[in-house]
């Protein structure tokens, strides 16, 4: 089985400082690394992914997460937040050879502050 | 092309009552996973199925709970008898394939046992 960990469940963080989003995980096959956004009183959205290729990926609002196979993390950073940037962010693994379910992260809840 | 759609948004039910949940996945997606969040916690996945097949449940628990994706209409969650610990949040996702097709999320059902 795989888990996921996210070690830090509330990070407050002011306005255009950098924020980075820690995830680790175990798995004993090849997986694929998610990270969602939740909103408040709204569902998860996709935020990046890690299938295969490039270590590093990054999304479309200035979010980036780069896969480090020999650490098992798969850390999510921005340099610059807004304050529409406060929501919870769950990191999310899979394991294609083997099933099609995803194992979360208790996710973590960033404030961002003026 | 409309997301995936749950409903209702918000439900309420005493302790006893039957509780319904409603998914319809996005067009063309013949998928659906069920995923609960309880408070505090990461979304722990429940189960999978494709038109009229469970395809796996192993997440759901053992008594009360049932879930159905018929050939016409929406996928349902039913939670019979519901107890406070029911209270939660319940997110359905599709996909037009398992496996290694990435899933989306609806924005989910907010359980409430009073």
């Known amino acids: 089985a795989q888990s996921v960990t996210q070690l830090d469940s509330q990070v407050p963080v002011f306005e255009e400082a950098p924020v980075e989003l820690r995830c680790n995980y175990s798995s004993s096959v090849s997986v694929y690394l998610f990270w969602y956004v939740q909103y408040p009183n709204q569902g998860l959205q996709l935020l990046l992914k890690y299938l295969s290729g490039s270590t590093l990926v990054e999304s479309i609002n200035g979010f980036e997460a780069e896969f480090n196979k020999s650490q098992t993390s798969f850390h999510l950073r921005k340099p610059s937040v807004h304050i529409s940037d406060t929501a919870e962010y769950f990191c999310a693994v899979s394991r294609p050879s083997v099933d099609y379910k995803l194992s979360f992260g208790a996710g973590t809840t960033v404030t961002v502050r003026a | ?114």
């Open chain 2, 1 to 114: 092309n409309a997301g995936v759609m749950q409903n209702p948004r918000h439900l309420v039910r005493r302790r006893g009552q039957e509780a319904r949940l409603r998914c319809s996945p996005m067009k063309g997606h013949s998928h659906v996973y069920w995923y609960r969040q309880l408070p505090e916690e990461g979304l722990k996945f429940m189960v999978y199925l494709q038109k009229e097949n469970i395809i796996d449940e192993s997440g759901m628990p053992k008594e009360r709970f049932s879930a159905e994706f018929p050939k016409e209409g929406p996928s349902i969650l039913r939670i019979q008898q519901v107890v406070r610990g029911d209270s939660a949040a319940y997110f359905c996702a599709s996909s037009p394939g398992g496996g290694r097709t990435e899933a989306f999320f609806g924005q989910g059902t907010r359980l409430t046992v009073v």
